[in-house]
């Protein structure tokens, strides 16, 4: 999202033009979830920092820290891997100045799961991701759960767009993970892995706060970060994304006498006033499919608990 | 700590709404009659009324709390 780079950043006094090449396989970068984590990596200070961003999508973000942030090196991947070659020609046309100092990590890398995302990652500050938060709607053993709470799926939600694994993660392969439970399963596996592979650098990760900030929270510290919250932004629910997950979670806590312990955050209103469940929000949609629903997109900045 | 086998469900870090919902979804598809399920609990969960909150399910877990 490049709404950020300020006419000021260029030097010769014209506006910079910067709009990354984006194939509908591509997270889209003029999404506010990404403008929402720029604004967190600005709040941030990493100048002079080598930084690793897991999912590099575009590499929107990596031009930006290059170019706005004076990163000192950026490196990243993708389980895609078109989009690192992607992110490179991205940066090498947004931010050509600073291509020396961007190391892409080519092939298909899930998380850092390769030697050579490892070797990088131990010589790396800072670690950054947004990465999906959502099961994928596909998945057997959630959709066995999803049945089991009569919980249906929204219409064309076992459609597959292009961008598919930019939204969704298979969610029975982060099963050993305890946040998995709610979503979170996919960035629990990456706080673990960066600790036993980079156990002195920050991670700091981009959310869709519909479980709450709270659970958010118990993740970094359960996982032995310390979080902090840099930034946040009340952003409208994508049309395009199945809030059944969302729905399944609250509906799986009936009758358990914990059902007021963990509510969905939606909001009505695009000022974030107006809060209500996932349930809620499905009655809504199920009215009128056009019905405008927010929830709040935050960074969260996570420092070693034992630094 | 990851599932340290198929027999294990580790819950550590979660609370008490969070961990109903991965003994659930644990359940889920398990054979009414297979062997209790051994559930490690976060140190800070409270086995007696976590048991409560399963109902009927409680009777095919085991729960283990984790030591602090
Ligand atoms: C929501 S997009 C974010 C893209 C970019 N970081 C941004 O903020 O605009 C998520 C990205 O994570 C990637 N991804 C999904 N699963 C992954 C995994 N297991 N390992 C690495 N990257 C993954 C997707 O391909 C996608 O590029």
Redesign the pocket.
């Known amino acids: ?1 490049f709404s950020v780079f300020e006419p000021e950043a260029s030097s010769s006094g014209e506006p910079y033009v910067l709009t990354p090449e984006a194939p509908s ?5 003029t ?1 506010p ?2 403008e929402t ?2 604004r967190g990596l600005e709040a941030a200070n990493l100048s002079g920092k080598r930084i690793y ?9 990596a031009a930006f820290l290059l170019q706005l942030c004076d990163a000192a090196l950026v490196s ?5 891997p078109r ?1 690192i070659e992607l992110a490179e020609r991205n940066v090498r046309s947004l931010a050509p100045d600073k291509i020396d100092q961007f190391h892409p990590i080519k092939g298909a ?5 390769t030697d050579a995302a490892r070797a990088q990652i131990a010589q790396t500050d800072v670690v ?5 938060q959502v099961g994928d709607p596909g998945d057997k053993r959630l959709s066995a759960f999803r049945e089991a709470q009569a919980v249906e799926l929204a219409d064309g939600a076992d459609e597959q767009a292009d ?1 598919h ?3 969704y ?2 969610w029975e392969a982060f099963d050993s993970y305890p946040f998995n439970s709610v979503g979170l399963g ?1 960035n629990e ?2 706080l673990q892995r960066l600790r036993e592979h980079a156990p002195k650098a920050e991670v700091i990760m ?1 959310f869709g706060c519909r479980v709450g900030t709270g659970i958010i929270f118990e993740l970094f510290e359960a996982n032995g970060f310390r979080p902090e919250k840099l930034h946040s932004q009340i952003v409208r629910q994508d049309a395009g994304t199945d809030i059944s997950f969302f729905v399944m979670l609250e509906k799986a806590l009936t009758g358990t006498g914990l059902e007021k312990d963990f509510v969905c955050k939606f909001f009505k209103d695009a000022e974030g006033k107006q809060p209500i469940s996932a349930c809620e929000a499905q009655k809504l949609i199920d009215e009128d499919p056009e019905t405008p629903l927010f929830h709040e997109v935050a960074v969260i900045r996570g420092i070693p608990a034992a630094s | 700590m990851k599932r340290s086998n198929a027999n294990t469900i580790d819950c550590n870090g979660l609370s008490p709404a969070p961990t109903v919902l991965r003994i659930k979804q644990a359940l889920t598809g398990r054979a009414r009659d297979a062997h209790p399920l051994d559930i490690l609990l976060d140190p800070a969960c409270d086995t007696s009324s976590l048991a409560r909150s399963l109902g009927k399910l409680a009777d095919r877990v085991r729960l283990v709390a984790r030591p602090a």
């Open positions: 999202m396989f591509a997270f889209d970068p999404d979830w990404t984590f720029q961003e897991v999912g590099i999508g575009t590499g929107t973000n990243g991947s993708d389980l895609d989009l890398v899930s998380l850092i799961d950054i991701g947004c990465l999906p961008d694994i930019a939204h993660y298979p996919l596996a990456l981009n």
